[in-house]
């Protein structure tokens, strides 16, 4: 039962940050040709050790960098030297990850310049050796989790991709301890939560996370990625048989985002 719990919470954290991280190469498609992130799956090899680390982490109380960080994961280390010129051009791709000032499509499309280039392991040190530097920086913090879930979609081993979506995980709770404001570590965790399994009572929280994910960004000027927060709720409302809460939702989403296709349709499912 243990070993079902986490291999379900994992693939859905894997699965979930996919999703998202794909998801504005799929809108450049539309005027480049681009590629979807892979979904992944771990085993039962990390269920012991990885099951403390799917606890949220309290807010007064953040988790040491040192908790944080993946030293038993192989990756970087392993990886061959990176020459000079590449190591610069790979800073400038942390620098554009970790700048506020950078658009969510510039963001998504370093991305997918990293992993296409090989460049994701020597990414990861840098964000490492940047966390451990600056241990208070939420950004830092969620910028290296989706490094790992990059990560996760370039490995095979399910061993290595439990621990690093778990040790994500976790450096998401992080992000959120030091920023509850951080949009994108909320929305990762909301959605990774949503593929807990029915039993596992975890319905309530995905809610309650994009409940005050939607609250926070309406606080904010928009931004296209905001849309996902009403499809994935008005989703999680569906799932529970509250359709009435989930036609509203998206009702609402939809007036912010008309353009949006995933809420059209999804209010046109909807009596």
Request: with cysteine; hydrophobic share 40%; glycine share 6%.
């Amino acid at each position: 039962m243990k070993y079902m719990i986490i291999l379900v919470f994992v693939t859905g954290l894997v699965a979930g940050s996919a999703y998202y991280v794909s998801r504005s190469s799929n809108s450049q498609n539309a005027r480049a040709q681009g590629v979807a992130a892979t979904s992944t799956e771990a085993t039962a090899d990390t269920q012991q050790s990885a099951v403390p680390m799917v606890e949220p982490v309290p807010s007064k109380s953040p988790v040491p960098v040192e908790q944080s960080r993946v030293s038993s994961v192989p990756g970087p280390a392993a990886a061959p030297a990176v020459q000079a010129l590449d190591r610069a051009i790979i800073t400038q791709a942390v620098d554009v990850l970790l700048s506020r000032d950078a658009s969510y499509e510039q963001k998504r499309g370093t991305w997918k310049q990293l992993r296409e280039s090989g460049g994701l392991d020597e990414a990861i040190n840098q964000l490492q050796q940047r966390l451990s530097a600056n241990p208070s920086s939420g950004d830092c913090a969620a910028v290296l989790g989706h490094a790992y879930l990059q990560k996760c979609g370039t490995i095979s081993d399910v061993r290595e991709q439990g621990i690093l979506a778990l040790q994500a995980d976790k450096l998401f709770d992080t992000a959120l301890s030091l920023d509850p404001q951080n949009w994108e570590a909320r929305f990762t965790k909301a959605v990774a939560l949503s593929y807990w399994p029915a039993n596992m009572g975890k319905g309530d929280e995905v809610i309650q996370q994009f409940q005050t994910l939607i609250q926070q960004q309406e606080a904010l000027p928009q931004q296209p990625q905001f849309s996902e927060s009403y499809t994935w709720l008005g989703d999680q409302y569906k799932k529970l048989g509250r359709l009435d809460d989930a036609h509203s939702i998206w009702e609402r989403g939809a007036l912010l985002f008309p353009s949006d296709p995933k809420l059209s349709t999804r209010l046109a499912s909807t009596p």
